[in-house]
Each structure stands twice: as structure tokens, then as C-alpha cells.
Nanobody, 117 residues
Framework: QVQLVESGGGLVQPGGSLRLSCAAS????????ILWYRQAPGKERELVAS????????NYADSVKGRFTISRDNAKNTAALQMNSLKPEDTAVYYC??????????WGQGTQVTVSS
């Protein structure tokens, strides 16, 4: 069955780094764009970064531009979100989403990122 499994979340101090991973199975990963969302308590889900199916196009929310880097490895069916210079306002549950026009999307279960001293 289709699975997206995020990992790599945790507690980090402000200014620190984390690398989130998203492992996919059960579908043709290389045909799907990958998006990372986050949702903080009491706030709406926010799109953080996206990467096209082939990896050639990447986009970032203004709030993370220059600090976060999205990547993917289609040979390993994985995607990643490298997060540097983390701030307390980056605290949220981070979700991996695989999307393809006309097909729909798949979601992971989320991984908690907490930035606090």
C-alpha cells in the first residue's frame, strides 16, 4: 500500500539544524512532486517547500528561503528537507506530501520539530 514516512524531527536549539526525511513506497515516486508542509498549534497548514518530480524546480516559502533546502533521490524513493538556522517560529509538525495532477496526493503522518532553548 501507499506509504509516506517522515523522520528526523526533534528538539533543537535556535540556530541549530535538522534534516527531515520522507521515505515513499507503494507508488511511482518519480512521477510525483513532493511538498513539505508544516502546521503549528492553532495555525493553518502552511506550504514550506516543493520540488518537481524530476527535481529541477524548487520553491520555498518566503519565511524559510535561504535557510531550508528541499531535495529528492528518485533512485531511493526519498525526499529530504534540510533546515538550518532554525527559529522558534519554525516549531510545527512537518508533513511530506506527494502530488501529481489528475491523480491526487498522499500524506505522511508528520514529524514534530520543536525549536527552543
Amino acid at each position: 500500500q501507499v506509504q509516506l514516512v517522515e523522520s528526523g524531527g526533534g528538539l533543537v536549539q535556535p540556530g541549530g539544524s535538522l534534516r527531515l526525511s520522507c521515505a515513499a513506497s507503494g507508488f511511482t515516486f518519480s512521477r510525483y512532486g513532493i511538498l513539505w508542509y508544516r502546521q503549528a498549534p492553532g495555525k493553518e497548514r502552511e506550504l514550506v517547500a516543493s520540488i518537481s518530480s524530476g527535481g529541477g524546480s524548487k520553491n520555498y516559502a518566503d519565511s524559510v528561503k535561504g535557510r531550508f533546502t528541499i531535495s529528492r533521490d528518485n533512485a531511493k524513493n526519498t525526499a529530504a528537507l534540510q533546515m538550518n538556522s532554525l527559529k522558534p517560529e519554525d516549531t510545527a509538525v512537518y508533513y511530506c506530501n506527494a502530488w501529481r495532477a489528475g491523480t491526487g496526493s498522499y500524506w505522511g503522518q508528520g514529524t514534530q520539530v520543536t525549536v527552543s532553548s
